[in-house]
């Protein structure tokens, strides 16, 4: 059920869920990451009752078709399944999925304005990131993943309106880079909308260029790297996932 390369794959999607905890993604035991499963059977979820810090192996995973039948693995299903299965049937080219309720990020779904090219963080997304209306409930049917999987389109995530994130990319780096640099994009304009100034973006063809440039695989894998490797440092001092991403001095 499980070879040595899915196994792999899982135990990356672990550390996946570790360093979204560790950028501002936990809330107590929900929110979820996902991976198509390799041998088209449907999707590997984050299980359910256990926080993203919480996750550690390929154990902490559990297989589901794409009707939401599990299929192996043990441990609770979330009730918003469908967000992941119908991503991944109207995106072929995505991989991994997360669904989030960071801070800044889920501020932002409820402020019902556009993200603003303040910095590189929403060039990543060409400042357009659309916001989901349908509900502020948990998506926990079929029609409800399709109606959020339309307005995702063919973005890299979408904004709950009153709940959340969803993010998503073509590999588990790529998913969970969006996620983190979606939150720093939010407290940015959050916190320079505070002063109450005017805010100068950067210009629309430079949000493109940006885009192109800062979205490449390889360059969102060695971010994600970057990232496990600080996770790497601070829980092999004993510190754990939640301690924020910041070393001691």
């Not at 801070?103 to 501020?107: E, K, N």
């Not at 409820?110 to 304005?113: F, K, R, S, T």
């Given at each position: 059920m499980i070879d040595d390369k899915l196994a792999k794959d899982l135990d990356e999607l672990a550390v996946g869920c570790r360093v979204l905890q560790a950028h501002g993604h936990g809330d107590k035991t929900v929110g979820h990451l996902s991976l198509r499963d390799p041998h088209a059977r449907g999707f590997w979820l984050k299980r359910a009752q256990a926080g993203l810090d919480e996750i550690m192996s390929p154990a902490d995973f559990v297989l589901l078709d794409f009707n939401g039948n599990r299929l192996h693995g043990k441990g609770g299903i979330h009730f918003e399944w469908p967000i992941h299965s119908e991503i991944y049937n109207s995106r072929p080219e995505i991989n991994s999925v997360g669904h989030t309720h960071p801070?800044?990020?889920?501020?932002f779904a409820?402020?019902?304005?556009p993200l603003k090219a303040i910095a590189h963080e929403a060039c990543y997304f060409e400042s357009d990131v659309p916001l989901y209306r349908g509900t502020t409930k948990i998506l926990d049917s079929p029609q409800l993943g399709r109606d959020l999987a339309a307005v995702l389109g063919r973005h890299h995530a979408v904004f709950m309106q009153n709940h959340g994130i969803t993010f998503c990319g073509a590999s588990t780096a790529a998913a969970v880079m969006f996620g983190i640099i979606l939150e720093?994009?939010?407290k940015q304009q959050i916190t320079l909308a505070s002063y109450g100034a005017p805010m100068v973006e950067t210009p629309r063809e430079e949000v493109v260029d940006k885009a192109r440039s800062l979205t490449r695989p390889?360059?969102?894998k060695d971010f994600f790297d970057y990232y496990c490797r600080q996770l790497a440092t601070i829980e092999k001092l004993g510190f754990p996932a939640w301690f924020g991403g910041e070393l001691p001095g």
């Open positions: 801070f800044y990020a889920s501020l409820a402020l019902d304005v720093k994009a939010c390889a360059l969102l």
